[in-house]
């Protein structure tokens, strides 16, 4: 069982997101949903600096640059959980009395995930963690499942990945794992129908669910 990290085990979307868009509405801008959701899922340098851009084209007063992303990193720890996502201890602990070897693939860089991880306390629930500055190319394409399946010695074939994102959906099935969706309120407008199930929440995964992937 492969995992997402952000937006699945913790729910890092939501101040990722109301981080850039309390700035923005700070200076008379709105950011809103449908924009933001065109971004997650796939990863790339300069994300934030691209948000940075966009308001200075359309504010009249902008905050200079350091102070812009002083105060975006601030109310992202303000808000940012402290615990994983609903579910995902349960779903966790549970594969791991099943012997199931589980691993995080993720598009973000290690510093961030690594560290968030540990964090959490659950690091040592994962046989593997792989982030995006670790292969060659990020989410949708399938490197960081592949790495993922390869460090724990598992077939991909036999291997389940869980994702909130359409890119994080197409990576998986390249890597030819069976996908299960859990939509996040920001992915929700996502197209998620590649998706072999789609759960509310990892509470709601049991193993006897989970072997139904495979007819």
């Not at 905050?63 to 609903?86: G, H, L, N, Q, S």
């Not at 790495?147 to 389940?160: I, M, Q, T, Y």
């Amino acid at each position: 069982m492969i995992f997402d990290f952000d937006g699945i085990v913790l729910d890092s979307e939501t101040p990722e997101y109301e981080s850039h868009r309390r700035i923005y509405e700070q200076c008379g801008v709105t950011l809103t949903v449908d924009e933001w959701c065109g971004v997650i899922g796939a990863w790339s340098e300069g994300h934030d600096e691209q948000w940075f851009r966009r308001l200075s084209v359309q504010a009249r007063v902008v905050p200079p640059r350091d102070e812009y992303f002083a105060e975006r990193k601030r109310i992202f720890e303000d808000v940012v959980p402290t615990v994983p996502m609903r579910g995902v201890l349960d779903l966790l602990m549970l594969l791991n009395e099943a012997g199931v070897p589980t691993a995080i693939a993720s598009s973000a860089p290690a510093r961030w995930v690594v560290g968030a991880v540990e964090r959490l306390g659950i690091r040592p629930m994962f046989g593997a963690v792989v982030t995006g500055d670790e292969v060659a190319h990020r989410k949708p394409s399938p490197d960081v499942y592949l790495e993922a399946a390869r460090r724990l010695g598992v077939d991909p074939a036999r291997s389940v990945a869980i994702e909130d994102s359409g890119p994080g959906l197409t990576a998986a099935r390249a890597a030819g794992m069976k996908a299960i969706a859990i939509p996040h309120w920001l992915t929700e407008r996502h197209d998620l129908s590649a998706a072999h199930l789609t759960v509310a929440h990892a509470g709601e995964l049991t193993l006897d669910r989970l072997v139904t992937l495979w007819p």
